[in-house]
């Protein structure tokens, strides 16, 4: 009798996994009459590590606003419950919307393209670069010089700040062309005089410039790289309001084999996103979550593992968790005066207008640059270089060289505030099992 030895492969276990999917695709239900102000949106799937991230990254692109959400992926299966709005505060009704997001949840082909097609795509249209290095004053101004200058177009790009440390990610294309630059010899000058920008006069830490067709979610890349130069050591917080910091708090649950991490800060745009991120590219796992932040604050609660089942080991874990969960809820909080501008787009203008901030002292702490058809729709956060107060004559002044009806100024972004600590698991069994009624239990505000 003949005898069959299959080795094992370790692709096979991946293959399984993907087998299961097919066999139990996600399923979406949207409920827009069980919950008075909110459109209710679950999502059933076979579970895989990284399933989270993704159903979150969807809604938020989408521009959703949370306001509330229940996470549940013990086991082999995946279950998020959200409660969403519209920017504006209502239900979601536009037939095509929903059924973009019954298309995006309903299947594993669509659901995965979907989740790929969202953020940074290899394209013949533009080359991604990303850039790390130490911040300082004008730094945006100099690098969109040097582009300038090489004859690249800036189409889309996001530069964020954090403790010493700047990160970019930019799409450009070529000035004459409008196509993505492919020619080896001139992205290794762009690379180069990128990457001399970046070190300045500073040696010590190390500037780093990647030059490629990025796959990778924006939003989602600026942590990795901000994670990668240590954003998170304590120096982050060195001189800073003790009231502004987040409150972050990590216990071990010993019953469950598990740790839970509560989360509770001033509520602000894609704070869901940020925090799941973090833990995701931590290789923790979000087997039960609750998210409620009725009112100006934001509360997060989750019980996380490792990949492999087992709960964090020491103090240092924990408290390294503590300082990656704090850094990335305030990457996104940008101090200083929020501009708006829009108008239509042509070679140079990014360069130009950051120039102007830079010869009126004004240095940038996060952008959020877009190309919409011939449209620039660029939203910048500026301050004093010096640490001053925005001088709003200065302000004033700009917007006449520019264009008053071009520049717009949002507003002063607000601090946040904390209220008295509680305990780090009061939420979580006041709030997480104890009601069946999804809609009754508070409502999440976090505007995506």
Request: charged share 25%.
């Amino acid at each position: 009798m003949e005898t069959c030895n299959m080795s094992y492969s370790p692709n096979m276990e991946e293959e399984y996994q993907k087998f299961i999917r097919r066999m139990n695709p996600p399923r979406v239900v949207i409920d827009n009459d069980s919950c008075q102000n909110a459109t209710i949106i679950q999502v059933d799937s076979a579970n895989k590590h990284g399933i989270l991230l993704e159903v979150v990254q969807i809604l938020t692109d989408l521009n959703f606003v949370v306001r509330k959400a229940y996470i549940s992926s013990d086991g082999g299966w995946f279950m998020d419950v959200f409660n969403v709005t519209d920017q504006e505060g209502n239900k979601i009704t536009d037939k095509e919307v929903l059924d973009y997001v019954r298309k995006a949840f309903g299947s594993e082909s669509s659901f995965m393209t979907m989740v790929k097609s969202i953020g940074m795509i290899p394209s013949d249209d533009h080359t991604v670069i990303e850039l790390i290095g130490s911040d300082r004053p004008g730094l945006l101004s100099e690098l969109c010089a040097v582009l300038t200058h090489l004859k690249c177009n800036v189409l889309n790009a996001e530069l964020w700040t954090h403790n010493t440390r700047a990160a970019s990610v930019m799409q450009v294309s070529d000035e004459e062309s409008g196509a993505a630059i492919s020619d080896p010899e001139r992205l290794a000058n762009i690379k180069q005089m990128l990457s001399n920008v970046l070190k300045g006069s500073n040696e010590a830490r190390e500037a780093k410039t990647a030059v490629g067709h990025g796959v990778t979610h924006t939003e989602r890349r600026l942590h990795q790289m901000m994670f990668s130069v240590r954003d998170y050591e304590r120096g982050a917080y060195e001189g800073s309001d003790e009231k502004q910091r987040p409150v972050v708090n990590v216990v071990d649950w010993y019953d469950k084999d598990c740790s839970v991490v509560t989360i509770r800060c001033k509520d602000r745009p894609k704070l869901l996103f940020d925090t799941i991120c973090t833990l995701t590219d931590m290789e923790y796992v979000v087997f039960h979550g609750n998210v409620d932040a009725e009112g100006p604050e934001a509360h997060q609660e989750y019980c996380i593992r490792h990949i492999d089942g087992s709960p964090m080991k020491s103090d240092a874990e924990r408290q390294r968790v503590i300082q990656c969960l704090e850094a990335a809820i305030e990457r996104r909080v940008s101090e200083g005066l929020k501009l708006e501008l829009c108008t239509t787009d042509r070679v140079g203008l990014l360069s130009n207008v950051t120039r102007i901030f830079r010869e009126n002292s004004l240095t940038v702490t996060r952008a959020e640059v877009a190309t919409r058809g011939n449209k620039a729709v660029n939203t910048f956060y500026v301050r004093d270089a010096s640490g001053y107060p925005v001088d709003l004559k200065i302000i004033e002044s700009i917007r006449k060289e520019i264009g008053q009806t071009i520049l717009k100024v949002k507003g002063n972004s607000q601090d946040s505030t904390q209220g008295p600590q509680e305990s780090p698991t009061r939420f979580l069994f006041g709030g997480l099992f104890k009601s069946k009624s999804f809609c009754n239990f508070g409502l999440v505000r976090s505007y995506s």
